[in-house]
């Protein structure tokens, strides 16, 4: 089955600058990758994703790119925020079968 | 707003005893999950639905078992809970793509 690795398991930024975290997948047949964010107390919400024909999506200080070939994919936030603190897991799908990474904690240090 | 429901937000049950945890979700999604999350673990996939009275397992339904008799409704039943189960249970949806989180149920057994 699908196997999705991620890295950092903790990520400590100043305000302002560039966040970067990379996940790999196993299954050269899994064709879609959520971001999912989780607050303390909440349950994950979904931020981003990127389809397999797709190579780069953005939204405002977000992006995900995905290299198929190399099966790994990765989350950019650009001028970090405190509010952008939080838990971040990626995953990847094939149709009903989601994986999930372990998860990246992300502090932004005011 | 849409929105995943789970009953309760904390739960303390004793060894032995059989839980409910609910899950209601109001966007008309064919497909629901619950998840177990453990620190270090992520989250792991414990048994899924993808239409009414349709159920699949997941990575780790030992000790658990589902029940989905409306479409909306899956709940998830521990048959006589044990320590091991001390956890935060997430109910998820979706209909294609990315999932809807309810704001999970921590559950300590003691």
């Known amino acids: 089955g699908e196997n999705v690795e991620q890295h950092p398991s903790t990520l400590s930024v100043q305000e302002g600058d560039s966040a970067v975290i990379k996940c790999t997948y196993s299954d050269s047949a899994s064709n879609y990758f959520p971001w999912y964010k989780q607050e303390l107390g909440k349950g994950p919400q979904l931020i981003i994703d990127i389809r397999s024909n797709v190579g780069e999506k953005k939204d405002q200080r977000i992006a995900v790119t995905l290299n198929k070939t190399a099966k790994h994919f990765s989350l950019h936030i650009t001028e970090t925020q405190p509010e952008d603190s939080a838990v971040y897991f990626c995953?990847?799908?094939?149709?009903?079968?989601?994986?999930f990474g372990a998860g990246t904690r992300l502090t932004v240090k005011p | 707003d849409v929105k995943v429901t789970q009953s309760s937000r904390y739960l303390v049950k004793r060894t032995g005893e059989k839980v409910f945890l609910e899950c209601v979700q109001d966007?008309?999604?064919?497909?629901m999950f619950w998840y177990r999350q453990d620190p270090g673990l992520g989250l792991r996939l414990i048994y899924f639905s993808y239409d009414v009275k349709m159920k699949e397992k997941g990575d780790i339904p030992e000790g658990y078992s589902v029940s989905r008799e409306k479409k909306e409704r899956f709940s998830l039943i521990l048959e006589s809970a044990s320590t091991n189960q001390t956890s935060m249970y997430l109910c998820a949806s979706s209909k294609t793509g990315g999932y809807t989180f309810g704001s999970g149920t921590r559950l300590t057994v003691v």
């Open positions: 966007m008309d999604h064919e497909n």
């Open positions: 995953a990847a799908s094939i149709l009903y079968d989601m994986r």
